[in-house]
């Protein structure tokens, strides 16, 4: 079957399957996305199957699947606190691209590279880019999915909550606010991720661990910044701290695995 659907065109598959899928999520009881997010995760698949394959879109899946399922756990008491996501979890084009724009660059370079637009695919550095992209991809979606579940798990279970900055105890919800359950939780988010990019073979298993790593600084700096400067600037949106949050976690991966690299060598 996988045979097939990589002889096919990849923009084909990708048009015709996203369809498909995202009709069945447009028409289900739970809403997990707006009309509107229905659309533009439509185009954010065919993009990622386009240049990734079904590999990059098992990925991009899973992080929306358990992202989605986080979000929801707890939402009567974090709706009655008022500190649940906004339309009961379901995500808009804000939340499609503040958690993805990120991954679909990282993806978006690959394409152009594989295309070989650039350089030809036989020079060793190329390849060398194209995986340290692939990596940036996976630890992008594995940084967003750690500050998801420990951001959801938090505040549904977090039975004390500190300020990152000060560790002064924080109302659970409050910016910048972290907690031993969600700091768990995130870790947990951050590997499960990894383990299915590994699986698919996107990362190689020391992959596993810069993503990790990666998440783990990226979200906790997240939190410094929600403590920090978020409230300071009105620029500085959920959505605008979550790419930078995701930006920094492909980042480090990237520095992380390239460092190993040339140290070792």
Not at 2 to 21: E, H, K, M, Q, R
Not at 124 to 138: A, I, N, R, T
Request: with cysteine.
């Amino acid at each position: 079957m996988l045979s097939l659907i990589d002889s096919a065109n990849p923009w084909l598959v990708a048009v015709g399957l996203n369809t498909i899928l995202l009709g069945l999520v447009g028409i289900a009881p739970k809403k997990l996305l707006t009309p509107a997010g229905l659309f533009h995760a439509w185009l954010l698949g065919i993009l990622i199957w386009g240049t990734l394959g079904w590999q990059g879109y098992v990925v991009v899946m899973f992080y929306f699947l358990i992202g989605s399922g986080v979000t929801r756990i707890g939402m009567a008491q974090k709706e009655a606190e008022g500190i649940a996501e906004k339309r009961s979890g379901a995500r808009g084009p804000e939340n499609v691209w503040g958690s993805a724009l990120t991954g679909a660059l990282c993806a978006l370079g690959v394409g152009i590279i594989n295309s070989g637009f650039l350089l030809p695919n036989s020079q060793p550095l190329v390849h060398s880019f194209q995986s340290l992209l692939l990596l940036g991809y996976v630890a992008s979606f594995s940084t967003k999915l750690s500050d998801t579940c420990a951001s959801e798990v938090g505040k549904a279970y977090g039975k004390s909550t500190f300020l990152i900055t000060t560790l002064q105890p924080v109302p659970r919800g409050t910016e910048g606010a972290i907690s031993i359950e969600g700091t768990l939780a995130g870790v947990g988010g951050s590997i499960a991720i990894a383990l299915v990019a590994w699986g698919v073979g996107l990362i190689n298993f020391l992959g596993i661990v810069w993503c990790v790593l990666a998440a783990f600084i990226a979200t906790n700096l997240e939190s410094v910044i929600g403590a920090t400067l978020q409230s300071k600037y009105t620029w500085l949106t959920n959505e605008v701290v979550n790419i930078l949050n995701t930006l920094i976690g492909a980042i480090a991966a990237m520095l992380l695995a390239w460092f190993w690299t040339t140290t070792i060598v």
